[in-house]
């Protein structure tokens, strides 16, 4: 190579990694403010209900945790597949809207009906059926128009209909603070309009700045059935990482359960950058994955190894910023003090994903994703026997071991498969 050549692969390179750092910026701008708008909402939450009707919606959320993964088909994953190198992608975010809306609202209505038999009454059925329209069909409805940006390479545009549905929610929240009626019932009702609003707001910017039309499509029975192992891989990573609490808590450890879901968000929180970077990557991978295994699992390689980087990083402050959390909540919350210990020994988690979701990812976008489902399930099944084995004498301890083995296990079978595929090619 000679050496205008070289200095022309390295001009090339770097330009590479500024477009990398300015997706990832952009990433950031989208993650940031939802996450934003969730700590500003719990908050004002915590602070204007009683443990009854906050346990009401925590009840809501829990529901809707489940049914969107599991009601939208695997609509946004099976667009991003389309959209990367679809020549007409407003018809492929079409028939992902139609998926989705039929999927949500026919899902939010039989849950809605059949969850005060569940509750006993606690919660009513047009309650239930409106959160679910706002935070399941609006709110699934919002990510599919950004996940759109990002299979478009419209990260930008993402960002700015991320930052108007957060003004939007915030404001919400502001209104029912300010209100007199702070019931569930109230709150509800300022949800599932402001997730409308919002959706509706992230679609008119859409229509605005990209070409095409936006038309419905009337989706064959073929599109729902082919994303099943697109919704089953979503909720069993749900259940995955939330079946220690209610274990947790049926074991008699109340306070451990709260001490130990205070902790798992602090670490959650951590996953933002590393969510961040893989939807930098997203277009990049699932172009790669339209090719076969091969050009995915070297593209996933190059993720797995700058999240790999940037996770490790995180995981290093948080483990030794513990003892100063633990201080901290000492002075503050004495009967929390153990929430420090569970980040300590959860330090790793963040590493673990990194690994696990850049591989996770690959299947996906290379079209394998019931070996992915396969994977899960088998380490979702093994984690919760290992919680009722465990948890009942062991406490938060027991389920900080079964969680991170099951983790460090998945993220191991998922590189192995990808490997084996790669060298069954």
């Given at each position: ?28 701008l ?7 708008a ?21 009840t ?5 945790a ?16 389309r ?11 079409s ?28 919660i ?37 209909i ?30 599932c ?77 951590a ?28 593209a ?64 996906t ?12 399930m ?26 991170l ?11 192995r ?9």
């Amino acid at each position: 190579m000679s050496r205008s050549d070289l200095a022309l692969s390295e001009i090339s390179a770097d330009d590479d990694r500024n477009r990398s750092l300015v997706r990832f910026g952009w990433s950031l701008l989208i993650e940031v403010p939802h996450l934003i708008a969730g700590f500003v909402t719990f908050s004002t939450l915590v602070l204007l209900l009683d443990p009854t009707q906050y346990g009401q919606v925590g009840t809501l959320v829990a529901i809707a945790a489940i049914v969107g993964p599991i009601a939208t088909f695997g609509a946004s994953w099976r667009m991003l597949q389309r959209v990367v190198t679809s020549s007409t992608p407003k018809q492929d975010l079409s028939l992902a809207v139609s998926v989705t809306l039929l999927g949500t609202l026919t899902g939010s209505v039989l849950v809605a009906l059949l969850t005060p038999y569940v509750l006993r009454g606690a919660i009513g059925w047009t309650t239930v059926l409106l959160f679910l329209i706002g935070q399941v069909s609006c709110l699934w409805l919002l990510e599919l128009a950004i996940i759109y940006t990002v299979g478009v390479g419209r990260l930008a545009l993402g960002a700015a209909i991320r930052l108007t549905s957060t003004a939007i929610r915030i404001g919400a929240v502001t209104v029912f603070a300010l209100g007199s009626d702070h019931s569930v019932r109230s709150w509800v009702w300022h949800l599932c309009l402001s997730m409308l609003l919002s959706s509706a707001v992230g679609y008119l910017l859409l229509q605005l700045k990209t070409t095409g039309p936006l038309r419905w499509r009337t989706p064959s029975f073929a599109e729902f059935t082919d994303g099943v192992p697109y919704s089953l891989g979503s909720t069993t990573e749900s259940f995955l990482a939330a079946s220690d609490r209610p274990i947790l808590q049926r074991a008699g450890w109340s306070a451990a359960t709260g001490t130990y879901a205070a902790g798992y968000r602090i670490v959650t929180l951590a996953f933002i950058p590393l969510i961040a970077l893989l939807k930098a990557q997203d277009r990049r991978m699932f172009a790669a994955g339209s090719e076969g295994i091969r050009p995915a699992y070297l593209a996933g390689k190059r993720v797995a190894k700058s999240a790999g980087f940037l996770m490790a990083v995180v995981s290093v402050l948080m483990f030794v910023s513990s003892p100063i959390l633990e201080s901290v909540l000492i002075s503050v919350r004495p009967e929390y003090r153990d929430t420090a210990s569970v980040v300590r020994w959860l330090a790793a988690l963040p590493l673990i994903k990194a690994i696990q979701f850049s591989f996770g990812n690959v299947l996906t976008a290379a079209k394998a994703q019931t070996s992915r489902v396969k994977l899960t399930m088998a380490a979702t099944a093994a984690n919760f026997v290992g919680n009722v084995a465990f948890i009942p004498s062991g406490s938060w301890k027991a389920a900080v071991g079964t969680t991170l083995v099951a983790e460090a296990v998945l993220a191991m079978l998922l590189w192995r498969a990808c490997r084996k595929l790669v060298q069954a090619v």
